[in-house]
């Protein structure tokens, strides 16, 4: 079974999954020309309906875009993210910490900084979902990984055991990055230990729930 991390911040995936289909209801808009001339070729390159992509237009608003000036949170340009860490380990470097020891330096920065984004990703939740449990911090962390271009996925093996996956393509770093984050949450939130394995450009956290 395989689908994002969560359809419906603070319900269990599981339970949210039904033959049921979603409601849904006609509304008229008045746009300019240009607009609509734009959506539509936007549209037509992803081989999709205008109606698909005004959908996801707006939805995207309605889960993300409105909330990002109220928390104080935007989506970052990925060779942003990727450059952080690596420029602060740099400036150890240019500092006069020995070879030897930027490992370390790199893992205390790694900490700090996953510390840091549990704690934003906690004020976030709270703010837009109004309530704080696993489910809903992983739906607001994938929100934010999906306007900012990072895949993500989840599936369910045997039952209960839970696989996560972000494909970020961002390097060594921000894979140590996201373990140390999942790991907070997880056993912050979940009261469980994950097992988080990492490649260059993957993290995969597999734990049972």
Same mark, same amino acid.
Not at 44 to 57: R, T
Not at 87 to 111: C, L
Not at 172 to 186: C, D, G, P
């Given at each position: ?9 603070? +319900? ?60 104080? /949170? ?16 740099? /400036?150890? #470097? ?34 837009? #979902? #109004?309530?704080?449990?696993?489910? +809903? ?7 934010? /990984? ?32 996201? #373990? ?30």
């Amino acid at each position: 079974m395989i689908d994002e991390f969560t359809d419906i911040a603070g +319900v269990r995936e599981e339970e949210t999954h039904s033959d049921k289909p979603k409601k849904s209801q006609s509304i008229t808009f008045r746009l300019d020309s240009h607009t609509i001339d734009e959506l539509q070729r936007e549209a037509d390159q992803n081989q999709i309906s205008l109606n698909v992509l005004v959908n996801q237009v707006l939805k995207r608003y309605s889960d993300w875009d409105r909330y990002e000036n109220r928390i104080g /949170m935007m989506p970052v340009p990925k060779v942003m993210l990727t450059s952080l860490i690596d420029k602060a380990v740099d /400036m150890a #470097k240019k500092n006069g910490i020995k070879e030897e020891d930027i490992g370390s330096v790199r893992d205390q920065i790694i900490k700090q900084a996953a510390e840091i984004a549990f704690n934003i990703i906690k004020d976030a939740v709270l703010f837009m #979902k #109004k309530q704080y449990n696993l489910w +809903v911090v992983l739906a607001v962390l994938q929100e934010y /990984m999906k306007v900012s271009g990072i895949n993500s996925d989840h599936r369910i093996e045997g039952g209960r055991k839970h696989v996560f996956v972000i494909q970020h393509e961002l390097g060594e770093n921000w894979s140590l990055f996201t #373990k140390e984050l999942l790991e907070l949450i997880f056993e912050n939130v979940a009261k469980v230990r994950a097992e988080v394995n990492i490649t260059a450009n993957m993290t995969v956290a597999e734990v049972i729930l």
